[in-house]
């Protein structure tokens, strides 16, 4: 008989087995499917990663745009990109002139700047939006026109976009403020205009003449950015491949791609999108695994005697596994199908939760197209194929009488491999927790400590019913409140049916494993920080800017008030870290900070473990000890760091610090810092007062002392901790949000195994009750069983978690106690409790329906 024909039976036979047991078959699916909607999801924002962005705004006329390299190459692997926008030498604009087919190449460069009302408050763009400065020439390539008056000619002209002149309700001829950091000048309005048909959605526009705008960005010898404006009938891909080819270093972007250039928190954004969605969708498609995998082996579970009847007539075990993998393949098949529209449904949920949060732009749009949707389905179906075999590998050697026999009675033992390797794991989770955290330098410490809540909870999938029986004979009497007929039936159930309890309860267990070991990860990370920002903080004040930063030489007017004994000016970036192997090198990405070595003491306190932060000047460096352990740097030796713009310096170590969480992984000196940022500006000046000083006085004198600088502000110590703390709640929330719907799946499948577990006990309820018991004796007995599952459950979880949490501490913090918010731990408690005595109980009204008569002799 041909292969096809079997085939064609096995589905025909696969379909009649499913629509004859309907219930067992739910179960799957719905796992199935869920799991569907999340890998969906995942692809839709890998593939958004590729594809997506914003539209153009200023570059929109220009037939390409050539800039520096915005991130790091790194084979195989996401390239990881730079803190600040990387810049062009101002020669290349004439090398991108010379390729043939180009008609002009136009040089752009951007400076923000702050528009300053006569009342000296800094007019806002809507919903937030930057102004930013350019030369005039770069209008060309909007194009940007004057729709009254004149492009601008002399130094101290300007022409505005005609939002920004109506917001600040100023006409040509009319005289402005603008602010470039910290230092406001005045110039006459001398057009006004706009992109024709077009808004400018993301920015307001000023043009001042091309020399103006190369003098205000501090680096007079280098653009942004290089316009192309492409020779009729000149092929745009052709020219672009003809530009990299001729001109070295250098990007270039064509159609979509040029919102790249022009606004650099799209590179950032997919960035993070396709790291995002390669590290969570692995994650789900694991978990989605075990979730199936431990659904079909329940349903295999509840089937051993119809199972061992196909034996007995002369079904062979090829035979019957090929028929659970018949039936798994069309519940697959469906699920993965049908999970495909709340998927996409998920991916848009989770832009909206991103752009909430701030971690991607509100014009983000995503790409929806078939490639992340058949991706989603084939990693289902080999997931549903892979659990219905693993589930059904030991029922189908079963001879029938011992199949007949484990279905009227659970064996007492566990197979030795299964035992074997879930000891071992016991033992290599805890060591993953404890031991590599002391051993294992730098992050290292702290993704073995993550990663061995996995190891636990595989550990907990393969000796569930022994952890279930133990739990039983410990909980058992405390469940039995009221001695009794349904307390005695209620051990004694759990007692004899403790696979099925473990293949029932996994999934919540995991639930609760995950949601306390990251949340209180994250929780403990979040505690560190905010500590170790507060206690670094050694400033009696903080100066901030209400604009993009603070000018570098504020620092001079704020030592010359009397009564301040040190000024630090601080500028934050992020840098790359390059070690390891050259063949094979590591990337790290670290918060970084410049400040000025000398007296620093008097204003931040890093907690130097050895060297001198004095000695950082010039090409030196300052390490946190976690980032000093990861590169495996100590004092004198030097490091391989890129700088915010992408600049290559190899510094010597000349100390390593403690508080890196609050305080950032990487100090640099504060010139070098600041050389390579985007917009050449301190994040903020740290004031410490002189001893004897009165600190609330000098507070005064330093309001006074910037008062002429409308985008100065001074503020008190605990603004500077607030700022430290937000910015790590905002890197923290993209993490809740992944954790959310992965709770949402595990939350989903307790629900579902649950249920199934519960519902396939019909036939039992039905003999009870025959037997004498009553309907209150038997929901009694029930309820007894579902406190022993839920006390059992969030016991074993917490048990699994907690190793990872403490290991995560010790690996941050050299301290074995996390932070845990109570209230949090009893939310976890809460959910998990309400999730399991509600599927349990309502399953069991359901399942009670029916007339005991009726319902011992119905279909499964």
């Not at 037939?63 to 990881?80: E, H, S």
Request: glycine letters at 10%.
């Amino acid at each position: 008989m041909s292969r096809r024909v079997l085939s064609q039976r096995s589905l025909a036979l696969a379909w009649s087995t499913i629509r004859g047991r309907k219930g067992g078959f739910v179960a799957a699916f719905v796992a199935v499917l869920c799991g569907s909607a999340v890998i969906t999801a995942c692809g839709i924002l890998l593939e958004s990663s590729e594809r997506s962005g914003v539209p153009t705004e200023r570059y929109q006329a220009a037939d390409l745009v050539v800039g520096a390299r915005q991130a790091l190459p790194v084979a195989d692997d996401v390239d990881p990109r730079f803190g600040e926008r990387a810049t062009l030498p101002a020669d290349r604009v004439g090398d991108v002139a010379r390729v043939p087919g180009v008609r002009a190449a136009i040089a752009d460069v951007t400076v923000p700047v702050s528009l300053v009302t006569v009342d000296a408050e800094v007019l806002a763009g809507p919903d937030g939006t930057p102004t930013l400065g350019h030369g005039w020439s770069s209008a060309a390539l909007g194009p940007f026109t004057t729709g009254a008056g004149r492009a601008p000619t002399g130094p101290d002209d300007v022409v505005l976009d005609s939002a920004l002149a109506e917001r600040a309700g100023v006409t040509v001829g009319a005289s402005v403020r603008l602010a470039v950091g910290s230092t406001v000048s005045t110039y006459r309005v001398v057009g006004i205009g706009g992109l024709p048909g077009r808004q400018l959605a993301r920015q307001s526009a000023v043009f001042f003449t091309d020399d103006r705008a190369r003098e205000l960005t501090g680096q007079p010898d280098r653009v942004d950015a290089v316009g192309v404006l492409a020779a009729p009938g000149v092929d745009a891909d052709e020219l672009a491949s003809a530009i990299e080819a001729a001109v070295a270093d250098v990007v270039v972007y064509a159609d979509r791609d040029r919102s790249e250039a022009e606004f650099l928190d799209i590179g950032s954004t997919r960035s993070f999108i396709s790291e995002m969605s390669l590290a969570f969708g692995g994650s789900m498609v694991l978990v989605i695994m075990i979730v199936v995998a431990s659904t079909l082996a329940l349903s295999v579970r509840q089937r051993l005697r119809e199972l061992a009847l196909l034996r007995a007539i002369g079904a062979t075990p090829k035979q019957v596994l090929g028929m659970i993998g018949a039936e798994t393949m069309v519940v697959g098949t469906l699920g993965a199908v049908l999970g495909v529209i709340p998927g996409i449904g998920l991916s848009l949920l989770l832009r909206e939760a991103f752009i909430l949060v701030g971690a991607v732009p509100d014009d983000f749009e995503l790409s929806i197209s078939p490639l992340p949707v058949l991706g989603a389905m084939v990693l289902c179906l080999v997931g549903a194929r892979l659990g219905g075999w693993i589930a059904a590998r030991r029922a189908a050697r079963l001879k029938p009488v011992d199949a007949l026999g484990e279905a009227a009675v659970e064996p007492p033992t566990l197979g030795w491999i299964r035992l074997t390797v879930g000891v071992l794991l016991v033992p290599a989770g805890l060591a993953m927790a404890f031991v590599l955290p002391l051993v294992l330098p730098g992050e290292g410490a702290a993704e073995s400590a993550a990663f061995s809540a996995f190891l636990l909870i595989f550990a907990v999938a393969l000796l569930g019913p022994r952890l279930l029986g133990g739990a039983v004979t410990v909980l058992g009497p405390w469940s039995n409140r009221r001695p009794g007929v349904s307390g005695f039936l209620a051990t004694a159930n759990a007692h004899a049916n403790s696979r099925r309890l473990a293949a029932a309860t996994t999934p919540l267990i995991m639930g609760i494993t995950l949601a306390a070991g990251q949340l209180f990860s994250a929780t403990t990370a979040s505690a560190a920080a905010q500590d170790q920002a507060a206690d670094g903080l050694r400033a009696d004040y903080t100066v901030t800017a209400t604009s993009a930063g603070v000018s570098p030489e504020v620092a001079d007017v704020l030592r010359g008030v009397s009564g301040v004994s040190a000024v630090t000016p601080v500028v934050r970036t992020r840098t790359l870290a390059v070690f390891g192997p050259e063949e094979s090198p590591q990337i790290r990405t670290y918060a970084a900070q410049g400040v000025i070595g000398d007296r620093l003491v008097e204003t931040m306190d890093l907690a130097v473990l050895d060297g001198d932060v004095a000695n950082l000047r010039g090409n030196t460096v300052a390490l946190s000890r976690i980032a000093a352990d990861t590169l495996g740097a100590a004092l004198g030796d030097t490091v391989d760091l890129r700088l915010g713009d992408g600049t290559p310096i190899r510094p010597t170590v000349v100390a390593r610090y403690d508080r890196g969480l609050g305080l950032g992984d990487v100090t640099l000196p504060h010139d070098l810092v600041l050389e390579h940022t985007t917009d050449h500006l301190d994040f903020a000046m740290l004031v410490a007062a002189a001893s004897g000083t009165d600190v609330g006085a000098l507070g005064d004198a330093l309001r006074a002392a910037v008062h002429h600088l409308p985008t100065v502000q001074v503020n008190d110590r605990e603004s500077f901790v607030a700022a430290q703390s937000a910015a790590a709640a905002g890197e923290s929330a993209t993490g809740l949000i992944l954790n959310a719907v992965l709770l949402g799946y595990l939350a989903i499948a307790v629900v579902n195994t649950l249920v199934m577990a519960t519902a396939a006990r019909f036939r039992e309820f039905a003999l009870l009750q025959l037997v004498g018991a009553t309907r209150g004796q038997v929901f009694a007995m029930m309820r007894g069983e579902t406190r022993i599952i839920v006390v059992a459950a969030v016991l074993i979880g917490t048990l699994a978690a907690a190793p990872s949490v403490v290991g995560t501490s010790i690996a941050l913090t050299r301290t074995p106690i996390p932070s845990v918010p109570p209230l949090v731990y009893l939310g976890i408690v809460a959910v998990a409790a309400l999730l399991g005595s509600a599927a349990i109980m309502i399953s069991t009204r359901l399942a009670m329906r029916s007339q005991p008569v009726v319902a011992i002799g119905a279909r499964e």
